[in-house]
């Protein structure tokens, strides 16, 4: 299995960016998409989550009504959308599977996620 995210960049406060991130070689159907970050020193913190084989899509609540997770079956790709980026969210942003569970935040156990990418970098700063 191969994750490869792509999209990050420096942008000033208020800005936009895209991240994608693609996943190919990943066995089964139903599964979750995650996106997770760490800020410089800190560490990895739960960011989105997209269910594979739907439409369900969760966020923490510090990027609530300003990201937007979706997903391209056809392209095996998973998106998130950044608007209105603030200097707390630099941080390393990582793409992530883990495979489907329906228990509640079960998605946004890091722990339990199985494939990774290498991260790519989101600075926002002017």
């Known amino acids: 299995v191969q994750v490869v995210e792509s999209g990050g960049g420096l942008v000033q406060p208020g800005g936009s960016l895209r991240l994608s991130c693609v996943v190919s070689g990943y066995t089964g159907n139903n599964y979750w998409l995650n996106w997770v970050r760490q800020a410089p020193g800190k560490g990895l913190k739960w960011v989105s989550s997209i269910y594979s084989g739907g439409s369900y899509t969760y966020y923490t609540d510090s990027v609530k009504g300003r990201f937007t997770i979706s997903r391209d079956n056809a392209k095996n790709t998973v998106y998130l959308e950044m608007n209105s980026l603030k200097s707390e969210d630099t941080a390393l942003y990582y793409c992530?599977?883990?495979?489907?569970?329906?228990?509640?935040?079960?998605?946004?156990?890091?722990?339990?996620?199985?494939?990774w990418g290498q991260g790519t970098q989101v600075t926002v700063s002017s």
């Open positions: 992530a599977t883990r495979p489907y569970c329906s228990a509640d935040y079960c998605y946004s156990e890091i722990a339990t996620y199985n494939y």
